[in-house]
């Protein structure tokens, strides 16, 4: 399961190694924005240890929210190019042997490439 | 064996023709032979679906009361030309929205009204004695125009070179976006699907010929803009009425920080007449062969980093210099697809005659680049060559008092040598000289990714530069790497007005 982390104090503080000491969970950083006043990133942490790592971060000082899920396509507007298969550093696009795009949300990281590169605007990140 | 147009036609209406899509062709050839399969086949149906820059329709909106002599006109905001006498109007696929800058465009325009959505109309006068009105606004859908006729000046492109970017900055281009470093190659096409690929001496293809436009039947006016035949390069200008098309194959796009274009579904017939016809109908994917070029270079001339097959495209990834590169397409394989068999449908239901071009189309056309009667500006004749530097090495106080000295907001930092290893701003210091017992060096706090021109560089392209990376001023090198001047924003600023879009 994925979880968004913001923190606000100037990533002097190394709390996703703190969390990580705290509760013995393995948490796997998949993208990190940190600039000088606060910094947020995506982790994933296995399913039945979500909630401990989610309150170990809190009482760190950190905003921690679920992520559900990754990118979203429109159907409807979506016209099966494959502009963005080349461009998502997840590989989430692919074609089926109909040459129709398939998605495969698990592994988006919600860099948000794809939004701007679909000619369509059928690409949507939410969380 | 030849077979007639006329036969072709008479098996059509008896429902016994023979009719595949370009994409098995090949499968059929190889399984039959060439006298074979043109014996089987009489009809070869091709397909594309992409990108289309250059479409758009001829409006005609009748006469209001009073009437006008409409000479500015805007549809949703996109302006239409109205140089059309009074009440008609072309409205171009890549007109921007005056309102919604590239979120909206001409495209968009023309989707709305394939989709039955009311358009808001919107028109302007000076007035005669003959059209008293000076000004009109209505809404409209399609069913109230008299015509709505798309004529598109270039379409369906034979092949097109691919792209990808060896420089070190993301680019958003027509060919979408470009990873840097030659993250990606970005192509567009049918390939084996595409019509002209399947007719490339233009024996069947030309004027008259009817084809599937966006839906509609339509049909070939002639030769396209930019037709370039003679290299493989051909484009056909093409017409249909859009009140019979359909959004499954007319669809507005936008790509980011180009603008809006109209991604177009055409496909064309092709009787099989003779073996010359089966014979080119066979082309595959691994025989259409396109350069990949570097977008990384801003010029007409993009190098040509090497040749590569669609069929390599299409397989997902290429080798580049040892590497596998990612691929991908802009246009719809998926959609040609479906632009070739609805095509075959409406044959099957023999709902279409076909016919051999009244005017062939010129196999021998070359597209010439543009005259220009007038330079361009270069970068050596508005840059600053009065321009101060530090070394590396020095200490941030000294880089300081520098900066105070010649009222410069930045310093290009030059190594031992003299070459150009990183730029320090009035920001950069400032942040350092708050910690002077850290002792800092220039080193630590220039930025080393330096963004360059160079004197002969024409400066809409360094004007670009300093848009993309949202800077302020570029330093100049020279072929060894040294930094000879800075170019100043506020320098470009008073040269280049007509830049739009960035207010
Ligand atoms: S880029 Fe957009 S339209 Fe093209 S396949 Fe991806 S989601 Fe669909
Ligand atoms: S948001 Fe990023 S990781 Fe997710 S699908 Fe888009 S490009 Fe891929």
Known sequence: MKLLVTFYDKGTNPIIAKAVMDTGVLINVERAVINSSEGEALVDVPDDACHIVGEALKRLGADVRIVENGVSRDLNRCVSCGACISICPKEVFSFDDDWMIVTDEKKCILCGRCVLACPHQALTISY | ?503
């Open chain 2, 1 to 503: 064996m030849h077979k007639s147009i006329d036969l072709i036609n008479q098996r059509l209406q008896d429902g016994t023709a023979k009719i595949v899509t370009a994409d098995q062709m090949p499968a059929i050839v190889e399984e039959l032979g060439e006298e074979g399969a043109l014996a089987e086949v009489d009809v070869v149906t091709t397909g594309t679906f992409g990108a289309m820059c250059s479409s758009g329709g001829f409006l005609n909106f009748g006469h209001a009361e009073p009437p006008i002599k409409m000479e500015r006109i805007w549809l949703n905001d996109v302006e239409g030309y109205g140089g059309l006498a009074a009440v008609d109007t072309y409205i171009g696929a890549t007109m921007q929205s005056e309102t919604r800058g590239e979120r909206y465009g001409g495209a968009h325009v023309i989707e709305d009204f394939i989709n039955k959505r009311p358009v808001e109309l919107r028109a302007q006068s000076k007035g005669s004695d003959c059209y008293p009105r000076r000004s009109i606004t209505t809404e409209l859908t399609i069913d109230d125009l008299n015509q709505a006729i798309m004529v598109n000046p270039r379409n369906a492109y034979q092949r097109y070179d691919a792209a990808t970017n060896t420089s070190n900055t993301l680019l958003y281009t027509y060919m979408g976006t470009l990873l840097p470093n030659t993250g990606n190659i970005s192509y567009s096409g049918a390939g084996t699907l595409n019509p002209i690929c399947n007719d490339p001496n233009f024996r069947l293809i030309g004027s008259g010929v009817p084809l599937f436009l966006g839906g509609a039947q339509g049909m070939v006016v002639g030769e396209g803009t930019q037709h370039s035949s003679s290299s493989g390069f051909g484009t056909l200008m093409t017409t249909g009425d859009m009140k019979d098309m359909s959004s499954d194959f007319i669809r507005a796009a936008i790509m980011h920080r180009y603008g809006p274009t109209l991604y177009v579904g055409i496909g064309i017939p092709l009787p099989v007449l003779d073996i010359d016809v089966v014979r080119a109908t066979a082309v595959r994917d691994e025989d259409i062969m396109i350069s990949i070029r570097d977008y990384g270079v801003p010029s007409r001339n993009r190098p040509a980093v090497r040749k590569v097959s669609y069929a390599e495209l299409k397989s997902g990834s290429v080798e580049l210099n040892g590497e596998e590169i990612r691929t991908s397409s802009l246009s719809s394989y998926r959609n040609a697809l479906a632009v070739a068999r609805k095509l075959k449908d409406w044959l099957d239901q023999g709902q279409m005659t076909l016919s051999l071009p009244t005017r062939y189309i010129d196999t021998a056309r070359i597209s010439r680049p543009m005259r220009e009667t007038k330079r361009v500006t270069l970068v050596s004749e508005i840059m600053d060559t009065r321009v101060i530097m530090v070394k590396e090495d020095e200490e941030i106080q000294l880089a300081a008092k520098k900066l105070l000295k010649g009222e410069a907001n930045h310093l290009p930092v030059q190594n031992n040598e003299g070459c150009l290893v990183g730029i320090v701003t009035t920001f950069d210091i400032s942040k350092a000289v708050v910690h002077p017992e850290r002792k800092l060096k220039v080193k630590d706090v220039m930025t080393r990714n330096v963004i360059t021109t160079e004197a002969n560089e024409p400066i809409d392209i360094a004007a670009q530069k300093l848009e993309h990376h949202h800077i302020s001023a570029l330093p100049v090198v020279d072929a060894k790497g040294c930094c000879i001047a800075l170019l100043h924003a506020s320098d470009l600023g008073r040269l280049i007005t007509s830049h739009g879009g960035n207010q």
